[in-house]
């Protein structure tokens, strides 16, 4: 079980933390992501970090604003948004990727049906 939480209204610019906490023994093994979904739009990758936090991908339209870390003895992943924008505003959600390896690679990465267990979401608005 995942749940998310740090959501919130924020100025332009302004930066917000998310908190995903895990229960259940496969998070350590797993690759974890971030998606987002915005008003009448399609859930979007955001991030991903394998296992044991070595590496991390990000979409382009978050690269070099957001940064992905896990705790994975406390069982936590935070995604920290800085220098966020209006285009920013959607619901964003942690999961969990299917794959036993830890990892994903390359097109793996990024769509939502290589995740088989999901948070409830959690509402970020950017906005003056």
């Known amino acids: 079980q995942l749940q998310a939480s740090g959501g919130g209204l924020v100025q332009p610019g302004g930066s917000l933390r998310l908190s995903c906490a895990a229960s259940?023994?496969?998070?350590?093994?797993?690759?974890m992501g971030w998606f987002r979904q915005a008003p009448g739009k399609e859930r979007e990758f955001v991030a991903v970090?394998?296992?044991?936090?070595?590496?991390?991908t990000y979409a382009d339209s978050v690269k070099g604003r957001f940064t992905l870390s896990r705790d994975n003895a406390k069982k936590t992943l935070a995604l920290q948004m800085n220098s966020l924008k209006p285009e920013d505003t959607a619901v964003y959600y942690c999961?969990?990727?299917?794959?036993?390896?830890?990892?994903?690679?390359?097109?793996?990465?990024?769509?939502?049906?290589?995740?088989?267990?999901w948070g409830q979401g959690t509402q970020v608005t950017v906005s003056s």
């Open positions: 259940g023994r496969t998070f350590s093994r797993s690759a």
């Open positions: 970090i394998t296992f044991s936090g070595v590496s991390t």
């Open positions: 999961a969990g990727h299917r794959s036993p390896t830890g990892y994903c690679s390359g097109p793996t990465c990024y769509p939502t049906r290589e995740y088989d267990y």
